[in-house]
Nanobody
Framework: QVHLVESGGGSVQAGGSLRLSCAVS????????MGWFRQAPGKEREGIAT??????TTYADSVKGRFTISQDNAKNLYLQLNSLKPEDTAMYYC???????????????????WGQGTQVTVSS
């Protein structure tokens, strides 16, 4: 059973930075597809960054050039958030898919495991 725990959220001013972390356990790390999603109040959950077992990444247009997804060898997934904007305010979720081949997707339905989320609030 995959277990995901996010941390690192907080409140920052526009233009600031945060680094989100996701601790992964319960499955051989480095074999899964991993993703970061966010959900703002009253909006649907959206995929913003994903990374497959080969290190290939994909980003939503809204965060491309500002956010970076990465991982280390210690079962941690990261999301570096730079140049934050008020519209980035949302709950941020880490997600995993155990069946991971070459393709990766930003679709919510594609991922089977989710963390509890960490809140990011950006003030103007």
């Amino acid at each position: 059973q995959v277990h995901l725990v996010e941390s690192g959220g907080g409140s920052v001013q526009a233009g600031g930075s945060l680094r989100l972390s996701c601790a992964v356990s319960g499955y051989p790390y480095g074999t899964m597809c991993m993703g970061w999603f966010r959900q703002a109040p009253g909006k649907e959950r959206e995929g913003i960054a994903t990374l497959n077992r080969y290190g290939t990444t994909t980003y939503a247009d809204s965060v491309k050039g500002r956010f970076t997804i990465s991982q280390d060898n210690a079962k941690n997934l990261y999301l570096q958030l730079n140049s934050l904007k008020p519209e980035d305010t949302a709950m941020y979720y880490c997600a995993a898919r155990t069946s991971c081949t070459g393709s990766i997707r930003l679709d919510v339905w594609w991922y089977g495991y989710w963390g509890q989320g960490t809140q990011v609030t950006v003030s103007s």
